[in-house]
């Protein structure tokens, strides 16, 4: 109840409430551009965060991350196009429902289902994260490091097809954090005479680069997207009878959806997917599935909306980004100086029910701004890509040069768009770089004040339960990743084998 309280009095006090419903209204725009996912929205969003009172900003992009979800819907059921990864989902019955005269039905739809999984994804959040914070007090340098090691460690699920892969990605990652002046002994290094590397570089130019400058240098030479009918498209809502059908595929695609938001690295792709796969087997109409099922958009409309909301589980409690959208918001914490993990809940709580507050405002606000953003998402992707690009580019730079006044940091973000360029065309995965960039301070610092503490034994990391817990955690997770690779792969053998003969 006190909570509750807290979370009505920083409404009327703080400017959380705008930015929520900012939040959401831009990610609603940027997931309705095709290629634009909400990674790269709320990377954009973030240079102008530097700025903004912390617990607004954060509660900025989460809540673009909440409307960039349900965006990526629009262009899928409207032109075949997901604006998000995970909208592909919906493409298979959304845009089949448009193509029959009933877009609006299925734009209702997916805006209703959403709605319903932000909410549950929200009371998912609140249920689960609040009972860690008791283990807050309890970690010492040794956990610390460990909480690190399993953050690293989920690059192993992370890293495509090829661990090896993966791994270097988290390596280079790990060497952009040693720069900078060292945690301990306080010795410049790598920084190569220049007074603007003594501090490292930032994770947030290195977040900008990678993600949004990478994909903006790759679609410049893509082919634009289809345009959008003449004709009128209005959202409509289902009927009473409609809501009764769609509870099931809705209930799924929820439960789904914490799992895997929970889970870091599974991501609302494989929710959306999973819960679309799940609805069918379930449903007394499956025939309709694949040629107009309303249950095919709600499913996975439910699920990547939970996600939303249910991937920030591990991010709030132990500090570890299971998804690119994760990444960004870490990003945007440490940036305002709030170091996620169990010690946010004690020293910074009002962080965290600003956040929860924040969230259900923008879930709230989703409903309604679903339909009145609508005609504006349909003139933006009638724009021709090379206005928008432009538009997205000078957004960037002028929002990163904001952060300090320096054109050294643009160079940094141009330096981090072209290495990302040359990750994608090599196959080295983004978010494992971006993982070993955002944790390499936390595990470098705690490693070497365990050894100091210790005297150089190692055994101390032993002799810390949360921290072999953890450890153990890690392995095991290491080792689960592997082991799935090897069966798929073993699956793929024997299918290849039964073809040839």
Request: hydrophobic share 50%.
């Amino acid at each position: 109840m006190d909570a509750v309280l807290q979370g009505l009095e920083m409404l009327v006090s703080t400017p959380i409430g705008l930015a929520a419903v900012a939040g959401v209204a831009w990610g609603i725009l940027g997931g309705a551009l095709p290629g634009i996912s909400p990674s790269i929205s709320m990377a954009l969003l973030l240079p102008f965060t530097y700025g903004m009172e912390p617990n607004s900003a954060i509660v900025l992009l989460a809540s673009t991350y909440i409307g960039a979800e349900y965006g990526g819907s629009i262009p899928a059921i409207l032109i075949r196009t997901p604006g998000t990864n995970a909208a592909a989902a919906t493409v298979l019955d959304g845009y089949a429902m448009k193509q029959r005269g009933q877009g609006g039905e299925a734009l209702g739809i997916s805006l209703y289902s959403g709605v319903i999984g932000g909410f549950i994804g929200l009371l998912m959040l609140v249920l689960l994260t609040r009972p860690l914070a008791n283990l807050a007090l309890a970690f010492t340098p040794m956990s610390y490091f460990a909480l690190g090691v399993l953050g690293l460690s989920v690059i192993a699920s992370l890293a495509g097809p090829s661990i090896l892969k993966g791994l270097a990605a988290g390596l280079l990652g790990l060497m952009v954090a040693t720069v900078g002046t060292d945690p301990v002994s306080g010795v410049p290094r790598f920084t190569f005479g220049r007074p603007e590397l003594l501090d490292g570089i930032a994770p947030i130019l290195v977040m900008v680069g990678l993600f949004a400058v990478s994909e903006l240098f790759r679609q410049a030479g893509a082919r634009a997207w289809s345009a959008v009918g003449g004709e009128a498209t209005r959202i409509r809502f289902p009927g009473s009878r409609l809501r009764r059908r769609l509870v099931k595929p809705q209930l799924i695609g929820t439960s789904i959806g914490t799992v895997e938001g929970v889970i870091p690295g599974a991501g609302g792709t494989i929710a959306s997917f999973l819960s679309y796969n799940e609805a069918r087997r379930w449903s007394k109409f499956r025939d309709e599935f694949g040629k107009g099922s309303p249950e095919g958009i709600a499913a996975p409309e439910a699920a990547n909306n939970t996600v939303a909301s249910t991937a920030l589980v591990p991010l709030l409690s132990f500090g570890i980004p299971g998804s690119n959208s994760a990444a960004i918001l870490l990003g945007g914490l440490l940036v305002h100086g709030l170091l996620p993990g169990p010690r946010l809940f004690t020293e910074n709580g009002d962080a965290v029910v600003g956040l929860y507050t924040g969230l259900f405002v923008a879930n709230l606000s989703l409903l309604a701004l679903g339909s009145l953003i609508l005609p504006v998402c349909l003139w933006l992707v009638n724009r021709s890509r090379a206005l928008l690009m432009a538009f997205i580019y000078a957004l960037i730079f002028s929002g990163v040069y904001t952060i300090n006044s320096s054109l050294f940091d643009v160079g940094l973000v141009l330096a981090a768009g072209a290495a990302g360029v040359v990750m994608r065309l090599v196959g080295l995965p983004i978010l494992p770089a971006v993982l070993g960039v955002v944790l390499g301070f936390l595990v470098e610092s705690n490693y070497r004040r365990s050894l100091l503490l210790s005297a150089g034994d190692h055994s101390i990391f032993l002799e810390d339960p949360i921290a072999v817990g953890l450890l153990t955690a890690a392995a095991l997770f290491i080792a689960g990743s592997l082991g799935t690779r090897m069966w798929l792969a073993v699956r793929r053998e024997g299918a290849t084998a039964s073809a040839e003969r």
